[in-house]
């Protein structure tokens, strides 16, 4: 059996591909292809950018409302999930939280980088196979303060789609 592909459409920028992990994070792979067939990413922003780490996005629309949804239990090793061993390396896709381990939704961010000490603390959940030209471009806008929020693209960064390829 394959993993499930998704693409990732990005307004002016182009697109991301990426197969996710059920076997390493079945209901946050579960939660995402929800999300996405219900066209809930349609217009949210990457809204936190920070080249030679990651990008994230997925909870903000482009007047920086956030845009809810109901909380998943945090699928990483420290949250007593050690079948996720999934390292946090350039393109890896994994989930955003608040310090509470199982505060997840639909925030994700994806690696510009590698980040080995996110290893076992984030619910890493897929990985690009396509588009790192787009992570690239993404990681090099020129970020701003806004609110509470450091490293936010000056210009938006607006996610057009999340389509679920196969699964």
């Known amino acids: 059996m394959s993993n499930p592909v998704i693409k990732i459409s990005v307004h002016n920028y182009g697109e991301m591909t990426a197969e996710l992990y059920p076997d390493k994070a079945p209901a946050t792979v579960a939660n995402f292809l929800s999300l996405a067939k ?5 217009g949210l922003i990457f809204h ?5 780490f990651m990008i994230q996005g997925g909870g903000m629309d482009e007047e920086f409302e956030e845009k809810r949804c109901k909380s998943i239990k945090g699928e990483f090793a420290a949250n007593g999930f050690p079948q996720n061993d999934v390292k946090h390396v350039r393109g890896v896709l994994s989930m955003a939280r608040t310090s509470a381990p199982n505060s ?17 603390q984030y619910a890493a959940f897929g990985k690009l ?9 993404i990681a090099d806008v020129f970020t701003t303060s806004r609110g509470w929020y450091d490293d936010v693209p000056a210009d938006s960064v607006i996610i057009d789609k999340v389509e679920v390829i196969s699964e």
């Open 48 to 52: 936190r950018v920070i080249k030679g």
């Open 38 to 42: 219900e066209g809930f990413y349609e």
């Open 104 to 120: 997840a939704s639909s925030q994700f961010f994806i690696m510009h980088q590698n980040a080995p000490h996110l290893d076992k």
């Open 129 to 137: 196979t396509d588009g790192f030209d787009v992570l690239d471009k």
